[in-house]
């Protein structure tokens, strides 16, 4: 293990940010799944590297003999990081193999720390390990929302305010090129999507759109001319407004929180609202997930979320799971389910609905009933089924996932292929999420004979 040092930078910022310099790299291949043996390891070293802020990457060459799990052991350190001082926390460099996104490293001290990452399954041959800082180095920063008829300046003091932000790498047309593309969660959204609809198709009353992707070249630098934003009713423009750095500015421009550069705010008249949003995004979207997955990484979301929803009386005196009308949030089970359509062209024609059958025989679905409330979207998503006051999980007698057509569009026949459950729990008394019960991987398919199918709650 070689260690990794902090770069002499040109300003204590600068010095914050350049933080690797070289790791070990140890190849590990497990020998049986159950087995409790030790795995074999078998090390190949590499020498040091260096990244900095605004640099160039740093790439190492490595040789796989056999194919297996690899892990990055690393000593890491930053000059001048320190976890326990604020707005100094940290610096953060992301690594990648063979062009594959693996993870963040995230460098906490300016004294040297061992870490280990695992890099996934390689095969045998010839890699590249890539080490870049990028995350943040793009980030959009986001100006309030000044939208008239919704509170004017500083409305998002106290409605729709942005919560977390986070980051994906997507492939690019050129080889050796990536697309970084930032994402934000707002506490709601005052316009679009009915609330009854945000919870029934996307599982949540929060409002979460991507705003802004830049096409990054492999020395780190941005594409010019690649910038774009999401624009008002979800377009998609290239960015030609200012920047503050290297960080482009935007602002929240309509009442369901698409985003606007410098030369489409004025096009509408508008004016930089005085509320500065630049969120962290350095998380990072799991492979598998649905993006309410960084709600469930960060749980305060789900109570801001839910606090909001009564404040505004946006939420049935009366909680009734027989009505359509949004009820306590409380009362809804929250789940996240894979499902693909077969063929894929057809995934806007039918959907999924999750179903839960109780202890006395009531079924209550993910739609209340309506067609147009299904999950009509392949890869992982988020829907919820609202249940009676006081229900908890020991009430449930089975969970069902069904297949349903989404009018004017006819029945084409088309068939959808359930995978996975990644999560389902409820919202506790303070409406933080209580732990998830259940998590499944499997293959059901559901089809115009065979529409509904049951999730297996067993082990």
């Known amino acids: 293990m070689r260690p990794i040092l902090s770069s002499p930078g040109r300003t204590a910022a600068a010095a914050v940010a350049a933080s690797l310099l070289a790791a070990g790299l140890s190849a590990t291949t497990t020998l049986a799944p159950?087995?409790?043996?030790?795995?074999?390891?078998?090390?190949?070293?590499?020498?040091?590297?260096?990244?900095?802020?605004?640099?160039?990457?740093?790439?190492?060459?490595?040789?796989?003999?056999?194919?297996?799990?690899?892990?990055?052991?690393?000593?890491?350190?930053?000059?001048?990081?320190?976890?326990?001082?604020?707005?100094?926390?940290?610096?953060?460099?992301?690594?990648?193999?063979?062009?594959?996104?693996?993870?963040?490293?995230?460098?906490?001290?300016?004294?040297?720390?061992?870490?280990?990452?695992?890099?996934?399954?390689?095969?045998?041959g010839r890699h590249t390990l890539r080490l870049h800082y990028a995350a943040a180095r793009f980030a959009p920063v986001l100006y309030g929302r000044d939208v008239t008829g919704l509170g004017g300046r500083f409305q998002n003091n106290r409605t729709d305010t942005p919560l977390v932000a986070w980051h994906e790498v997507l492939p690019a047309a050129t080889p050796g090129h990536s697309v970084i593309e930032y994402s934000v969660v707002w506490s709601n959204e005052d316009g679009g999507t009915a609330t009854s609809a945000l919870m029934a198709r996307w599982g949540r009353t929060t409002d979460i759109e991507w705003i802004y992707?830049?096409?990054?070249?492999?020395?780190?630098?941005?594409?010019p001319g690649t910038g774009a934003f999401q624009s008002p009713n979800h377009g998609t423009e290239t960015f030609r407004g200012r920047y503050d750095g290297t960080h482009p500015l935007l602002q929240t421009c309509t009442s369901n929180n698409n985003v606007c550069d410098a030369k489409a705010l004025k096009a509408q008249h508008q004016a930089a609202d005085p509320m500065r949003f630049a969120l962290s995004t350095r998380e990072v979207l799991?492979?598998?997930?649905?993006?309410?997955?960084?709600?469930?990484?960060?749980?305060?979301?789900?109570?801001?979320m839910a606090r909001e929803m009564v404040r505004e009386h946006k939420v049935e005196p009366m909680p009734d799971p027989s009505s359509p009308a949004m009820g306590d949030q409380r009362t809804y089970l929250y789940v996240a389910v894979d499902h693909d359509t077969v063929p894929?062209?057809?995934?806007?024609?039918?959907?999924?609905?999750?179903?839960?059958?109780?202890?006395?025989?009531?079924?209550?679905?993910?739609?209340?009933?309506?067609?147009?409330?299904?999950?009509?979207?392949?890869?992982?998503?988020?829907?919820?089924?609202?249940?009676?006051?006081?229900?908890?999980?020991?009430?449930?007698?089975?969970?069902?996932?069904?297949?349903?057509?989404?009018?004017?569009?006819?029945?084409?026949g088309a068939s959808l292929t359930v995978t996975d459950v990644q999560r389902a729990f409820f919202l506790g008394s303070t409406y933080l999420p209580r732990p998830s019960f259940l998590q499944w991987h499997g293959s059901l398919t559901l089809t115009t004979a065979s529409p509904t199918q049951p999730i297996p709650l067993g082990p």
Request: charged share 20%.
């Open 213 to 223: 992707r830049v096409e990054i070249d492999a020395h780190g630098h941005r594409v």
């Open 344 to 412: 894929p062209a057809s995934a806007g024609g039918v959907g999924l609905t999750v179903d839960v059958t109780l202890d006395d025989h009531t079924t209550y679905t993910s739609n209340h009933g309506n067609t147009f409330l299904t999950v009509n979207r392949d890869d992982p998503a988020a829907t919820t089924v609202e249940l009676p006051t006081g229900t908890t999980p020991a009430d449930i007698a089975s969970i069902s996932v069904s297949r349903v057509v989404v009018p004017p569009v006819a029945d084409t």
């Open 34 to 124: 159950a087995s409790a043996e030790r795995p074999a390891r078998a090390a190949a070293h590499v020498g040091s590297v260096k990244v900095h802020r605004g640099g160039p990457d740093a790439t190492v060459a490595f040789h796989r003999s056999r194919a297996g799990e690899v892990f990055l052991d690393v000593t890491v350190s930053a000059r001048g990081v320190s976890w326990a001082e604020r707005g100094n926390e940290s610096a953060v460099v992301s690594a990648y193999v063979d062009g594959h996104y693996a993870t963040d490293v995230v460098i906490t001290s300016a004294g040297a720390v061992a870490r280990q990452f695992a890099l996934g399954h390689l095969g045998t």
């Open 286 to 304: 799991p492979a598998g997930q649905p993006r309410e997955h960084v709600m469930d990484a960060n749980p305060w979301t789900y109570q801001v």
